[in-house]
């Protein structure tokens, strides 16, 4: 397979769509950046997934460094649930090897379906019934206790939209390990984040609040992506051209898209490309179904 | 170590180590790409040893660059979790000091099914 500096051109530009999008609807890009490779650029599927996946590493690991810092990524709870994030991945990125391309896009197609109806309705919210205690609060109740009043896994961090610091506790930390493990294995095997999968189970099921949900979410991502990145590069399907071409591209769009997002619509552009999801996914399953 | 969070040294180590992974790998690259296009050069395939890309990077060979700058973005989660690892050790928060270290086998289990 060879590029010439045109398809580069190209390549580079859907990486800026691409981080474009996804900071501006809070997703990993992944979704959008396989189709366009696959259909416009004509890449082939191993290798889209393998370039969308090293374009994860580098968006989630500039999102986290900022996110760390803030305090709302929780490193100990993201840290246990790669434990099976990792183990999904490799399984996801060593199945990806025994199915075919066609197949492959088949499953992508059938996975961006959900995708587009949850892009529709919009960002989960905070349930108010689940709103966690503000940190004073927290001290005062764990002055008079001798436990540790947020668990091992719990935090807390400083949300300027309430102005206070939020502290939570983690619940349910088994599912949440069991959704870590589709969302990697998902993630090795189509390239995605596995964002969509984990942000509402940390939020929904183990009761994180949505900022520190997302910001959890995308501190794994690296890993998750890592774990499977190395399989893909070691069968020789990370093209470094196109992917270098495509992750500086995914890096641009994505300070670009920060700079626009306060400019556009959200709800529009969600509801814009939700129905270009379907329409793409529409035409992967018949490209599947066709075998050519 | 405070019980409502880590370490704010160790935070910052974190925010550093993915900042500079980030900037490190996409400079090089940046001057990849730049040096194959330039000099056009035949654009590279496959994916060879460690010894080699370090070899073309060290002799300032853009497809050398490129590969090094790939093999830095994707390691850089790798040692980011590394550095938890030892962080959490040196602050006696061993319970997640060993679960670092089980993410760091399953990477390096990756690595040498990849790699190896």
Request: charged share 10%; aromatic share 6%; hydrophobic share 55%.
């Amino acid at each position: 397979m060879t590029f010439t500096p045109l398809g580069l051109l190209m390549g580079c530009l859907a990486g800026v769509a691409t981080g474009v999008l996804g900071a501006i609807l809070g997703t990993g890009g992944g979704v959008f950046l396989v189709p366009v490779l696959v259909i416009g650029l004509h890449v082939p599927m191993h290798y889209a997934v393998a370039t969308s996946i090293v374009t994860v590493i580098a968006t989630s690991s500039a999102v986290a460094s900022a996110n760390v810092e803030r305090g709302t990524a929780n490193m100990r709870l993201g840290m246990t649930l790669e434990i099976t994030t990792a183990l999904g991945a490799i399984a996801g990125g060593l199945t990806a090897a025994w199915i075919s391309a066609r197949t492959l896009e088949g499953i992508f197609s059938a996975m961006l379906v959900p995708i587009a109806v949850l892009m529709w309705r919009g960002k989960a919210s905070e349930d108010p019934d689940q709103l966690p205690v503000t940190l004073q609060e927290l001290r005062e109740e764990s002055a008079n206790q001798v436990a540790e009043p947020l668990g091992a896994l719990g935090a807390c961090y400083l949300d300027p939209a309430v102005e206070a610091t939020i502290a939570y506790r983690v619940h349910r930390l088994w599912a949440g390990m069991c959704f870590s493990f589709l969302a990697g294995n998902v993630s090795g095997l189509l390239g995605v984040g596995g964002g969509i999968f984990k942000v509402p189970a940390l939020h929904l099921v183990c009761r994180v609040p949505i900022k520190a949900a997302a910001a959890t979410s995308n501190f794994m991502i690296g890993v998750t992506a890592a774990a499977s990145a190395f399989l893909y590069y070691g069968r020789g399907e990370v093209h470094p051209a196109l992917t270098a071409a495509v992750t500086l591209g995914v890096l641009l769009g994505s300070i670009l898209g920060a700079r626009l997002n306060r400019r556009v619509n959200d709800g529009a552009v969600r509801k814009l490309f939700a129905a270009l999801l379907l329409v793409v996914a529409a035409q992967m399953f018949f490209r599947a179904l066709a075998g050519g | 170590m405070d019980p409502f969070g880590d370490s704010p040294q160790l935070t910052h180590w974190v925010h550093r180590i993915l900042l500079g992974g980030v900037v490190l790998s996409g400079g090089l690259l940046l001057a990849g790409l730049v040096i194959l296009l330039v000099t056009d050069q035949p654009l590279p395939e496959g994916s060879p040893s460690l010894a080699v890309v370090f070899r073309q990077a060290v002799q300032g060979n853009g497809v050398g660059l490129l590969k090094l700058g790939l093999l830095i973005l994707m390691a850089t989660p790798v040692l980011r979790v590394g550095v938890l690892a030892l962080g959490w050790w040196r602050l006696g928060n061993r319970r997640f000091a060993v679960v670092a270290l089980g993410v760091l086998v399953l990477l390096g289990v990756s690595l040498a099914l990849g790699l190896g």
